[in-house]
């Protein structure tokens, strides 16, 4: 729209509501109306209604002249259904595309990932996990996260894992709104010992979904664009198309190694969105990663930038790509209890070490199905140390088998992940036969090595890195309303190695 021209955006939106179907020319004639003081169309309120109506008129005005009282909507929506009368409140967070609410735009601060635990804190160890007092901490943590799930105004709309299969994994489900043309999602993420980590696990998947595709990226700013370049090949999720030399965003970041801060691609920090239209980075979540606070969502995103580096590398051949045998494991519970139930569940299942040990010191993990006229099922897990990663691939992949399974023999609707597949979030790498994965080592993994005393999981990796040429920066991608409720979100970019940059 220009200044003098005969309509405006109100005009447009009559104008649509009028062509479209009944729904649409109600919502545009009552939003119309409500902006534009011109009144609403249809029958005005009459008997039980508009005396409820009176009531809150009349509630509203004996507040607001005695000051007594505090607004029952201050900060919450009151919500009634016309059908049975029942009146709900909810918190009311602010939007992360409210062009009001919005925070303004500020630098990132430095992340000490050396402060994140290596495994989320609230979940329990196998040692632990029969302590009542260890259960606790994963309910604590789950009903103050669950002040984002409401039906009507809640960031996440509903848990949806009542009906789900709880054996032999814990599963989660968590439904997701807003997404425009694609309606809703349910998030789904599994665990060994019980639903609340299950649930956990899925608010942090869904979390890691929402700031990708429905928080906007942060308009540019002069302090943006005064900041050092990186530059967008040096990437490891550079596709290396080269773009179509439009214009190219940026946003800030700041380097976990050095605390610089400089600027990256937008496109590279959501890759699913229009500012990676030309497909520039590879469409991946790839690096991103939520937590309680901003270092455990850094380091879950490190490990997940990690793993798509390491799978990239075996699915060209390079590096070491070996078997991992159940002796590797020992007898922990949890790989125990994994294996078990892949025989269970009538999978064979194949454990790859994908070599990033050798590159960054943490381990990356490949499970794949074996033996099946199927495409084989698969999962990745990145930890610090390899019995993790594979914990963490087992798991993921067993989950899948277990839910699809369920869903299938009741019949439910296909997704594009296969018959009944869950959806787990954003894929790591889209279209992957993990059947042509080679395994390049004839001897076995190795287990870890025992580490010195000064060799923590994210030292270990960040000098690594360091060793190597190479950064890793992280753009946190939050907006306002997940911290509320203790969720962070993050994307890590890894650079290239010094030897791979050119």
Known sequence: MTPGAAACWACAALRLGAAGDAADTAAAGLWSGLALGTGTPGAQPV????????????????????GALRAETRDRLLLQDMASFDVASEPLLPHPACPFCAPPAALPEPVDLASAPTRPAFLPTAATAADDEAAQGPLAALERRSALVHPHAGVFTAYADEKLTQTPLKVGSVVLGGLGA??????????VHHTAGARLRALNAAATVYAEHVVPAPA??????????????SLTVASGTGGTGTATRWTAAV?????????????????????????RFEPTRAGAGAGADLPEAAGAGLLSALAHDALRRAVRGAGAVSVITPQVLGEDPEPVFLLRSAAHLGLTVELLDLGERAFSGASVVLARTTGTPRPALWAVGAAPDLATAAVDALRDLLGAAQTAEAQT?????????????????DPLMRDLDAALVPVTSEQPAAPDAPAGEDDTGWTRVLERLAAAGRDALVVPTHAADLPTAGIHTVRVLLTRAAADAG
Not at 47 to 62: I, K
Not at 409 to 425: C, L, M, V
């Open 47 to 66: 008997g039980p209604l508009a005396a409820m109506l009176g009531n809150l008129l009349g509630y509203e005005v004996f507040r607001l002249v005695t």
């Open 255 to 279: 380097s976990l190694l050095t605390k610089e801060v400089v600027r990256v691609p937008a496109g590279a920090v959501r890759p699913f969105g229009a500012d990676n239209a030309d497909r």
């Open 220 to 233: 540019p700013d002069d302090a943006t664009a005064e900041l050092p370049a990186v530059a967008p090949d």
């Open 182 to 191: 694609r309606g809703r999602r349910t998030v789904t993420a599994f665990d």
């Open 409 to 425: 023999a009741e019949g439910r609707a296909q997704t594009a992940g296969g018959p009944g597949a869950p959806d787990t979030g």
